[in-house]
């Protein structure tokens, strides 16, 4: 997680973490039992999410507002 978030720092990188199915991965850790991996995907797909460009990446993935919601 650490080294996905020193990537994201990078807007040319967000791109390519996307490309290469990063909004997935993270979502599908939002329904892990363990809550600090869900409460770092959560940090790491706003950050994501913060491009105006990469927002219907984190938007279009299924599921993943219910996984949000759940999680408050």
């Known amino acids: 997680m650490v080294s ?12 390519r973490a996307i490309a290469a199915g990063t909004v ?12 600090d991996l869900a409460r770092d ?5 706003s950050r994501i999410a ?3 460009s990469s927002i219907m990446a984190v938007l ?4 993943l507002v219910a ?4 999680s408050l």
């Open 4 to 15: 996905l978030y020193g990537l994201l720092q990078s807007t040319t990188n967000q791109g």
């Open 24 to 35: 997935s991965a993270l979502a599908a850790l939002l329904s892990t039992d363990r809550d």
């Open 41 to 45: 995907s959560i940090a790491l797909l």
């Open 50 to 52: 913060k491009k105006p």
């Open 60 to 63: 279009s993935q299924s599921g």
């Open 67 to 70: 996984h949000f919601a759940a």
